[in-house]
């Protein structure tokens, strides 16, 4: 039970991440502030609820940088993909059922047309980044703990508000994972891997190499 419970958490925050983000694109359309401000909320509010169970991670690219960053053990890891990417699908499923095909397409954050998929990967490296930096100063460095929910929720929604128009900034490989399981949309699906995951790399490294005072055993 002890190795479940933060499975199960994983599971509900990525889930409530994906149904809140694809619904908030079918409710908000184009208004990038309200869009931004959905998913900014909803991860902080269950980083909030999760962090004391799992670390409130929520992100396949989170997890990796963890990794990279020696807080969290592979085998460990492995486990919390599964869980987010099974969140992500369940969520993207049911909103199939509630709103058809076409609105799960458009939730899912897609490639602006004028932008290549290395431009993506770039971008979508960059803003994960950011967001893997963050989750470090403020959910796993004792140092920085206190207020992590807001400001990790807060780099999501400042991500979002850059990178929207551009990536759709999804800075996570579940938010789009799920939807095209879901609704059988794989274009450009790479981007949304590679970038994140490159990313959550460099974020978890940079952190450990050149901000940690003493690098802290894994956690299983």
């Known amino acids: 039970m002890a ?14 991440l994906i149904f809140v983000g694809i619904g908030a694109i079918k409710t ?11 998913h900014g909320l909803t991860i902080a509010a269950f980083v909030s609820a999760t962090l004391h169970i799992s670390g409130g991670q929520l992100n396949p ?9 020696g807080h969290m053990t592979w085998s460990s890891a492995f486990r919390y993909w599964i869980a987010q990417l099974l969140g992500g699908i369940a969520a993207a499923f049911i909103c199939l ?12 954050p897609q490639l602006a047309m004028n932008l290549t998929p290395a431009q993506g990967i770039l971008v979508e490296g960059i803003l994960t980044f950011f967001l893997v930096f963050v989750v470090h100063g403020t959910a796993v460095d004792p140092r920085g703990r206190g207020l992590a929910g807001f400001a990790i929720g807060a780099t999501i929604t400042l991500d979002i508000l850059f990178g929207g128009p551009l990536t759709g900034a999804a800075m996570n490989p579940a938010r789009v994972f799920g939807p095209a399981v879901a609704a059988n949309f794989w274009h450009d699906h790479y981007v949304y891997w590679v970038g994140p995951f490159v ?10 190499i050149f901000i940690e005072r003493k690098s802290a055993a894994p956690t299983e």
């Open 61 to 69: 690219a989170v997890t990796f940088g963890l990794v990279c960053g």
């Open 3 to 16: 190795k479940l419970r933060p499975l199960l958490a994983e599971f509900i925050g990525t889930f409530a």
């Open 199 to 208: 990313g959550g790399a460099l974020g978890g490294l940079v952190y450990r």
């Open 97 to 108: 059922g509630l709103f058809g095909r076409d609105v799960v397409v458009t939730g899912t």
């Open 28 to 38: 908000a359309g184009h208004d990038i502030v309200a869009v931004a401000l959905a």
